[in-house]
Structure formats: structure tokens, C-alpha cells
């Protein structure tokens, strides 16, 4: 796997994509997401 430097997307606008929006149940464990929780394809 690729390591990213965090610093080249300071200041850019980038796509992301968001599996868990903010106050919804996670299907499996119960739990209310308090963020929301994603993460940047590629």
C-alpha cells in the first residue's frame, strides 16, 4: 500500500465519500455515529 502525505491535500478540494453519516446506527454493533465517517477513494 501507497503511503500518503497528508500535506498535499492542504488547501484542495477533494472528493470523499461518506459510509456512515452523522447520528446514524451502525448496522451490526448499535452505536450512534457521533462524526461523520468516510474516507478519500483512490
Known amino acids: ?3 500518503i502525505n497528508a ?3 492542504i ?3 477533494v ?3 461518506i459510509d456512515r453519516a ?3 446506527k ?3 454493533h448499535g452505536f450512534i455515529y457521533t462524526v461523520n465517517y468516510g ?3 483512490k
Open 1 to 3: 500500500m501507497k503511503k
Open 7 to 9: 500535506k498535499e491535500f
Open 11 to 13: 488547501g484542495k478540494d
Open 15 to 17: 472528493e470523499i465519500v
Open 22 to 24: 452523522l447520528g446514524t
Open 26 to 28: 451502525h448496522p451490526k
Open 39 to 41: 474516507y478519500v477513494p
